[in-house]
């Protein structure tokens, strides 16, 4: 069973960074994932997806802030993401590209003005 955990939110200043974190278990192989986020009384929307020949694509109001990657050596995935923006402000989830796996608790991030 596909496992997905989310953490590395926080509340931050407008202008700040955070790196956030998916760690993944039952998946022998990542080959493709994605972040998705769901501010409150919005759906949720795809923000960035990572694949394994190193493309990614992003939403296009964090192009520029926004980078996902992988790290080599674990089953996670990060969204580091700067110049955060209040607007930025949701419950920040893994998934696949098509979401298939059960979701997460997700990570609450918070952008103060």
């Known amino acids: 069973q596909v496992r997905l955990v989310e953490s590395g939110g926080g509340l931050v200043q407008a202008g700040g960074s955070l790196r956030l974190s998916c760690a993944t278990s039952g998946l022998s192989r990542i080959n493709r994932m994605a972040w998705y986020r769901q501010a409150p009384g919005k759906q949720r929307e795809l923000v960035a997806t990572?694949?394994?020949?190193?493309?990614?694509a992003y939403l296009d109001s964090v192009k520029g802030r926004f980078t996902v990657y992988k790290d080599n050596a674990e089953n996670t995935v990060y969204l580091q993401m700067s110049s955060l923006e209040p607007t930025d402000t949701a419950v920040y989830y893994c998934n696949g590209v098509l979401p298939i796996y059960q979701w997460g608790q997700g990570t609450q991030v918070t952008v103060s003005s």
């Open positions: 990572w694949t394994r020949d190193s493309s990614a």
